[in-house]
């Protein structure tokens, strides 16, 4: 198949272009600079300013498939007006930009999402049933406008799966912000500690894009975390399991809303979700279901980056 992916020299990006090139796809990338994504990547890549240009029409060509992850990182500092601006934009504007660009050839959108569109507080077990609310938060606006846009594609007879997706665990991304604390023996529990983590192995994340792109049955809202939420408390502790460092130092909530903001909500915030759909209609079948095997795999059986 021949698959345009947006977002291809991020984390999960990178690791879905090894994934696909492994299966032997026809792989193209949108990025903010073309030639740079080429290099890092090794497969053609077209520059899209998506704020200012219409899509690229050679990396539409003959286009198959559309993966969409692109997008301004949250968890790169305060969110400012301006942040928050582009944070929405970069994802939802875009998203609309590909949606009208779409070729004739299109059969598959596969778009970002995120477990922020869930309300982010409490023990209640959320799935895709739930039911998105007419006063939301910011996140959840940002995941709910994605996915809308996302979907209004499927009126040209095009499939589409909004991947919604827990924190990912691997070399980079939210691990990759905090190994260093930990490294030092300073990682802790942040707040009460009492908060879930919807936790998914960078792994796992890759095959459900993979089958989102190959099986005709996934359509619409997917939650892809793995079965098996802990409290933040626990993520912490096994964290330091594995890197073989202390974690008795918590940040308290106060501090970190002082240090970030509103983007505190991203560590504080408390995500119970489950893999519904993933379950029970496609049956499919998680590499790692247990953090301890996730984090000993990342840390234990692979190099880790210094
Ligand atoms: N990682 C997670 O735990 C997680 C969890 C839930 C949802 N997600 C979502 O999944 C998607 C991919 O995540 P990721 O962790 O791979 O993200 P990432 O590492 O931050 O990569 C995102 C990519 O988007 C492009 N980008 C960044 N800022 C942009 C901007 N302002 N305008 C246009 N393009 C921009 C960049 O590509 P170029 O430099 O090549 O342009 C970048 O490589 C994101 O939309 C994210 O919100 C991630």
């Known amino acids: 198949m ?4 947006t977002g291809a020299t991020g984390f999960i990006g990178q690791s879905l272009v090894r994934e696909l090139s492994r299966q032997q796809h026809g792989i193209r990338a949108l990025s903010r600079d073309g030639s ?3 290099k890092i990547l090794g497969i053609p890549a077209y520059t899209w300013d998506y704020s200012t240009e219409a899509v690229p029409e050679e990396a539409l060509k003959d286009c198959d498939v ?13 969110w400012t007006n301006e942040r928050k601006q582009e944070i929405y934009a970069s994802r939802i504007i875009s998203t609309r930009k590909l949606v009208a660009a779409a070729p004739a050839t299109l059969k598959t959108f596969v778009c970002g999402s995120a477990i922020g569109i869930y309300p982010g507080t409490g023990d209640k077990t959320y799935d895709e049933t739930f039911v998105i609310p007419a006063q939301k938060t910011f996140m959840q606006s940002i995941c709910a406008d994605w996915e809308q846009e996302a979907a209004s594609i499927e009126s040209r007879g095009i499939r589409r799966a909004s991947i919604r997706t827990g924190v990912v665990l691997g070399h980079g991304g939210m691990i ?21 983590l919807p936790w998914i192995h960078i792994d796992d994340l890759t095959s459900v894009f993979t089958k989102a792109i ?10 892809a975390v793995s079965p098996h939420p802990v409290h933040y408390h626990e993520f912490a502790r096994a964290l330091g399991w594995v890197l073989h460092r202390p974690t008795f130092l918590s940040t308290p909530a106060w501090l970190l809303k ?6 505190a909500a991203l560590a504080l915030n408390s995500y119970r979700i489950a893999p519904r759909r993933l379950l029970q209609e496609y049956d499919f079948k998680f590499k790692f279901t247990e953090l301890q095997d996730a984090l000993t795999d990342l840390f234990q059986n692979r190099s880790t980056p210094q």
Do not use: C
């Open 66 to 78: 559309i993966v969409h992850l692109m997008g301004e990182n949250l968890g790169a500092g305060r």
């Open 36 to 38: 740079q994504a080429q």
């Open 258 to 263: 002082l240090m970030l903001g509103e983007a």
């Open 2 to 5: 021949n698959i345009l992916i």
């Open 214 to 223: 190959e099986d005709t049955r996934y359509t619409g809202a997917i939650n």
């Open 176 to 196: 990759k912000t905090l190994l260093p604390l930990f490294k030092l023996g300073l990682g802790g529990p942040v707040g009460s500690g009492h908060q879930w």
